[in-house]
């Protein structure tokens, strides 16, 4: 019974992790998507864009060629490079927010 229990509680703090580092993902996404809409400056040497590198790194199931969107304008280190393509890169970041927040 006790063993039980500890399995409980240890699958109940590793559901707590998970669900606060989800949590922080959506977040730092949410940020990207309304520093891209603000004109963006800046936001490349933010944590927020740290953060989405890494979801995206992490993301199996987004498409290739959205990962290779994301990470070439994340990877830039001037922003107006990409600006033509702002809309584009906000369009791929509020699915990938809206896929984790409602999964």
Avoid: W
């Avoid at 199996?60 to 060629?65: Q, T």
């Amino acid at each position: 019974m006790e063993e039980s229990a500890a399995i409980r509680e240890k699958e109940a703090a590793a559901s707590a992790a998970e669900s606060a580092e989800c949590s922080t993902n959506v977040a730092a996404i949410n940020k990207a998507v309304t520093a891209l809409a603000k004109g963006m400056t800046g936001f490349l040497q933010t944590r927020a864009a740290r953060i989405v590198r890494s979801v995206v790194d992490a993301n199996k199931d987004m498409d290739d060629d959205s990962r290779r969107t994301l990470i070439a304008f994340l990877s830039a280190s001037d922003s107006s490079h990409y600006a033509p393509q702002s809309s584009q890169i906000t369009g791929i970041l509020k699915e990938l927010g809206d896929e984790m927040f409602y999964n």
